[in-house]
């Protein structure tokens, strides 16, 4: 059987944790900066873990992490 291959978009997006949770960017803050405040502009580069009910959609996206 031949190996499978790992979404690479995903890979991109997604990285672990040590304790196996996924890790991923938030949303909204790549344009239109201008009016959002700073504190939600400085709370939007924190990384935040993936929800456990897209943990195992995710997880199939990449099969070797």
Do not use: C, E, W
């Not at 873990?49 to 995710?58: F, G």
């Amino acid at each position: 059987m031949s190996k499978m291959k790992t979404r690479r978009s995903a890979a991109k997006r997604f990285k672990f944790t040590s304790n196996k949770k996924i890790r991923r960017s938030k949303a909204f803050r790549g344009h239109l900066l201008g009016h959002k405040t700073a504190k939600r502009k400085r709370q939007l580069r924190q990384p935040t873990v993936v929800d456990k009910t897209d943990y195992k959609r995710i997880r199939r996206l990449l099969p070797y992490a």
